[in-house]
């Protein structure tokens, strides 16, 4: 069964932590994507990678960075975390095309205290 | 610039009723076209997806979506609704074709769904 795994399911960090998350897919995809989910504001891309060590940002990059050394893996980086980076973040991939659309991680619910 | 607007930002139907979840588009040009369902806590699951041809789409958990060029609509129904059914549903676009937005979905702000027994 192909999936993206998510490595934490709940992440509780402090203030200022430099915080990772990541994302590692097995389907061969070029395209893979952070976003983050808040109530009423549905999902909002941070950042997308279209290759190795290529990478765009999103609506939202502020505050965030990524990596993406090897094709399956994709890391989403909190340099200082803060209170209202509190959220659900939930990472997917695609082929170049999006003609199959998206296939998304189980998501990381993160609680910065 | 390309949207996508779902109207309903919450829907109560009664289980055994059916339902339909409205969604209208904002493109260039006929984009694929997709509809998403995110249990609570979890990630999202693809339920269907249209690229050409029949305009009426099957989808996994008996749902089905018929997109309506006229009226840049791809609205999903779903003949009785189960209580597993309840969760938040959401649709989405893609080019078909180059430019920004290549290799990224738009999606609506999504509809919650409340399954009465």
């Known amino acids: 069964d192909v999936k993206v795994t998510q490595s934490s399911r709940y992440l509780v960090k402090r203030t200022g932590e430099k915080v990772f998350l990541e994302c590692v897919q097995d389907m061969d995809h070029e395209n893979m994507f952070w976003y983050r989910q808040d109530p009423g504001l549905g999902l909002r891309l941070i950042y997308f990678s279209y290759d190795v060590k290529m990478k765009e940002k999103g609506d939202i990059p502020e505050g965030y960075s990524v990596s993406r050394e090897k094709k399956e893996r994709f890391s989403l980086i909190l340099e200082s975390a803060s209170t209202n980076q509190t959220s659900m973040y939930l990472c997917a991939s695609s082929l170049p095309t999006v003609s199959y659309g998206y296939t998304f991680g189980s998501g990381t619910r993160l609680t910065v205290v | 610039a390309q949207s996508v607007t779902q109207p309903d930002i919450h829907i109560t139907v009664s289980e055994g009723a059916s339902l339909e979840l409205r969604c209208n588009y904002s493109y260039g040009a006929t984009p694929y076209l997709f509809w998403y369902v995110q249990s609570p806590g979890q990630g999202l699951q693809l339920l269907l997806k249209?690229?050409?041809?029949?305009?009426l789409v099957q989808g996994i958990k008996g749902f089905e979506a018929e997109f309506k060029r006229s009226q840049s609509s791809f609205n999903l129904r779903k003949p009785s609704v189960h209580w597993s059914d309840a969760a938040e549903y959401f649709c989405a676009v893609g080019p078909r074709a180059g430019g920004t937005s290549y290799g990224k979905l738009t999606f609506g702000q999504g509809t919650i769904l409340t399954v009465h027994p």
């Open positions: 249209y690229f050409s041809g029949d305009t």
